[in-house]
């Protein structure tokens, strides 16, 4: 069965970090591609950052470049969002989200979600 | 950047058919696929490949992808499937979601 397990969100100020995690299990974790993808409060689905199977491609949404690392240690099945300079506006649910056979970006699996809560 | 846009919200009655558009420039040369949420929990893919259907989702869910409109088709809809649903695209770069339609059942 497939899971999809983040930790590490909280609440921090603005201009600090957090690194999310997502531990996986039940499927060949370096063989897929991974998101992060995010949820405001009362708000859509926006895209964060993505990063293919053997960790060597990334990519990001413009709101998060340059601020936002993503990566994945592929011994320990495990995805990682590296987050700084936070703002308030990146206060939001952070899901981990796993595709499916369908397309790298085709997600069929999500995680529950971590809480980030940027606020002084 | 790619946008795509959905219409916030959708009313049908139980046993009609809803239809949720979501548009996008020149969106049929791409992948459309749909995801619905209910309160509280994670997404659920629905539709990928503009019209196919994952294993476990009935039926009655369908979807189409040509021009610059996708539109995800409920046909007898029921109770359960009020929700938000979200259509999403790969522009080559990024991935891009549409702003999310409220699927009321009344």
């Known amino acids: 069965e497939v899971q999809l397990l983040e930790s590490g969100g909280g609440l921090v100020q603005p201009g600090g970090s957090l690194r999310l995690s997502c531990a996986a299990s039940?499927?060949?974790?370096?063989?897929?591609?991974m998101s992060w993808v995010r949820q405001a409060p009362g708000k859509g689905l926006e895209w964060v950052s993505a990063?293919?199977?053997?960790?060597?491609?990334?990519f990001y949404a413009a709101s998060v470049k340059g601020r936002f690392t993503i990566s994945r240690d592929n011994s320990k099945n495990t995805l990682y969002l590296q987050m700084n300079r936070l703002r308030a506006e990146d206060t939001a649910l952070y899901y981990c989200?796993?595709?499916?056979?369908?397309?790298?970006?085709?997600?069929?699996?999500w995680g529950q979600g971590t809480l980030v809560t940027v606020s002084s | 950047s790619y946008e795509l846009t959905q219409s916030p919200s959708v009313s049908v009655s139980p046993g009609q058919t809803a239809s949720i558009t979501c548009s996008g420039d020149?969106?049929?040369?791409?992948?459309a696929c749909w995801y619905q949420q209910k309160p509280g929990q994670s997404p659920v893919l629905v539709i990928y490949?503009?019209?196919k259907r994952p294993s476990g989702i009935p039926e009655r869910f369908s979807g189409s992808n040509s021009g610059n409109t996708a539109t995800l088709t409920i046909s007898g809809t029921q109770a359960m499937d009020e929700a938000d649903y979200y259509c999403?695209?790969?522009?080559?770069?990024?991935?891009?979601f549409g702003g999310g339609t409220k699927l009321t059942v009344l």
């Open positions: 020149k969106l049929g040369d791409k992948y």
């Open positions: 039940g499927f060949t974790f370096s063989s897929y591609a």
């Open positions: 999403q695209a790969w522009d080559g770069s990024t991935v891009v």
């Open positions: 989200a796993k595709p499916g056979d369908y397309g790298d970006y085709v997600y069929d699996y």
């Open positions: 490949q503009d019209n």
């Open positions: 990063i293919s199977g053997s960790g060597g491609g990334t």
